[in-house]
């Protein structure tokens, strides 16, 4: 099936004719939909803490924090902010001249409340010698929209989104990246240092250090904080196999296979390079401004709090179960905990003899952990909180996504449809043992929860094969725990238009 040509280019990135040849058949059989007990909800799989409680966590994280504990803020950001301008595209190529759509109307409408609106002024007048309020006088709605996107205006069309401006501050606007180290300083910081770590595209790898090289001293002196930033990209090992429509390999016009990035899963390989106590992990575009940062801080040492408080019963039920030092009662007691606060249940153990109880426990309770802020549900795209079973039969919690689900079994139709929360992107994660050992993260993904998608190439349909998401198949052998939070803390920014929500405004 490869060519020598193939092999060569396989091995440039690493992957096995083996790993390539298991691809091409996960693209030709799918994947199995997974078997749900039921959506998660406040009760049933999800904390909603009293403010009391969550006083309490949060006094819990800042006890951690003045330990001797290593803590990383673990931010995906290498998407690129075209998908953003999808609206705006559309209406450069489109045969009408000035805004039509409900869309356009509302990006010109509010022009000038956007971040980055100076910076597109000052370009406007540089490239046609009008600024923005001109252009549009004159009808030249277009130039202000090509002036914004391409690569002789400021590009956001080709950008990554980490670099745009997304706030505007007395001081000059902010992108998602000075955010990012903004909020670092205020929940992740261990004394007077914070780590924060970026996954980028290569391509974009240096304008991120650029910015972090023009704003670090700025933003250290301003927090009291030293910075510690690393950035790393997807692993070409992680790349996948394109496909034809009949399952062989999709060759470009000179023969090459074509790889494809297998998505936001293939992170789990950066997380797992990441030597860390404790990484919170949260999307690029999830920022808000300085004033309306409270909710998303408290909150996150909320979170926080609960996986320390989680973490340190683990261990310590995981080295009384190591020394021999339980009865019968503490048996019970953990066996509770496993089921009740990380919500794993198993039918088959009540007929466990007592030394297979006890492997079964250490099983679960000797696992990453991570607690996952979940949101009401308000429509939003996306993945959900689920109980769901596992290949050893358990029931734990999970984040499914609808690809995930049979469409054809009604009962898990409506189960994903009526589910009461939705999955932000908000997780705080324990990846060392209870003796202090880096746990091998990769051995924790289910292999059997990828995608497949259709795409295209130059006009040509292929598939594409998705890696198990970061947050969904890349964790499901982790302890979960979800916690409810306040919609307050979820604010991604999908198109340009969010932009203008008061959640992304500056203060009046």
Not at 172 to 180: D, N, Q, S, V, Y
Not at 279 to 292: A, E, G, R, S, T
Request: hydrophobic share 35%.
């Amino acid at each position: 099936m490869f060519t020598d040509n193939d092999l060569k280019q396989l091995a440039a990135k690493g992957i096995t004719v083996e790993q390539a040849e298991h691809q091409l058949d996960e693209i030709r059989n799918g994947f199995p939909f997974l078997r749900i007990e039921a959506p998660a909800a406040v009760g049933r799989g999800i904390m909603a803490p009293t403010a009391e409680q969550a006083d309490d966590d949060v006094k819990a994280w800042q006890e951690y924090v003045a330990g001797d504990h290593k803590v990383v803020k673990f931010v995906p950001a290498s998407g690129a902010a075209s998908r953003m301008f999808k609206n705006m595209f559309a209406f450069l190529s489109a045969s009408y001249e000035v805004p039509t759509t409900d869309f356009e109307k509302q990006f010109f409408s509010g022009i000038h409340r956007f971040a980055f609106a100076p910076t597109l002024n000052d370009k406007c007048r540089e490239n046609t010698g009008k600024s923005i309020d001109e252009l549009i006088a004159d009808g030249q709605y277009k130039a202000v929209v090509a002036n914004m996107l391409e690569n002789d205006g400021l590009n956001y069309g080709q950008l990554p989104k980490g670099l745009l401006f997304f706030h505007a501050y007395p001081g000059g606007p902010r992108t998602p990246m000075e955010e990012h180290l903004v909020e670092a300083a205020l929940y992740a910081r261990s004394g007077d240092e914070a780590h924060v770590h970026f996954t980028v595209s290569a391509d974009h790898l240096p304008l991120f250090r650029q910015k972090l090289e023009e704003k670090r001293s700025y933003y250290e002196k301003k927090l009291g904080v030293k910075f510690h930033v690393g950035f790393s990209v997807q692993k070409p090992s992680t790349d996948t196999l394109a496909a034809n429509p009949d399952n062989t390999p999709f060759r470009t016009d000179d023969g090459s296979l074509l790889f494809r990035p297998g998505g936001h899963g293939a992170l789990i390989e950066n997380l797992n390079d990441i030597d860390a106590d404790i990484v919170f992990v949260k999307n690029i575009d999830n920022v808000v401004p300085d004033h309306l940062k409270a909710d998303t801080v408290h909150y996150k040492q909320v979170l926080a709090g609960v996986l320390v408080k989680m973490q340190q019963r683990a261990f310590s039920y995981l080295r009384q179960l190591e020394e021999g030092n339980y009865n019968h009662e503490r048996i019970e007691e953990i066996i509770h905990f496993v089921q009740r606060d990380l919500c794993c249940r198993c039918a088959d153990i009540k007929h466990m003899e007592d030394a297979e109880l006890v492997i079964y426990l250490k099983r679960k309770l000797n696992r990453p952990m991570r607690v996952c802020g979940v949101v009401r549900n308000v429509g939003e795209p996306g993945g959900g909180p689920f109980l769901a079973y596992n290949a050893d039969g358990t029931v734990s919690p999970q984040i499914l996504e609808s690809s995930q689900i049979d469409q054809q079994n009604e009962d898990y139709v409506r189960m994903f449809r009526e589910g009461t929360h939705f999955n932000p992107v908000d997780l705080v994660c324990a990846t060392k043992d209870y003796k202090g050992r880096h746990f091998h993260l990769p051995d924790y993904v289910d292999r059997s929860t990828g995608f497949i998608s259709n795409k295209s190439k130059n006009g040509r349909e292929l598939k594409a094969l998705e890696l198990p998401g970061l947050w969904n198949g890349a964790m499901s052998d982790w302890n979960t725990v979800f916690v409810e939070v306040p919609l307050t803390t979820f604010n991604p920014v999908k198109t340009v238009n969010d932009l203008l929500r008061p959640q992304h405004q500056s203060e009046e």
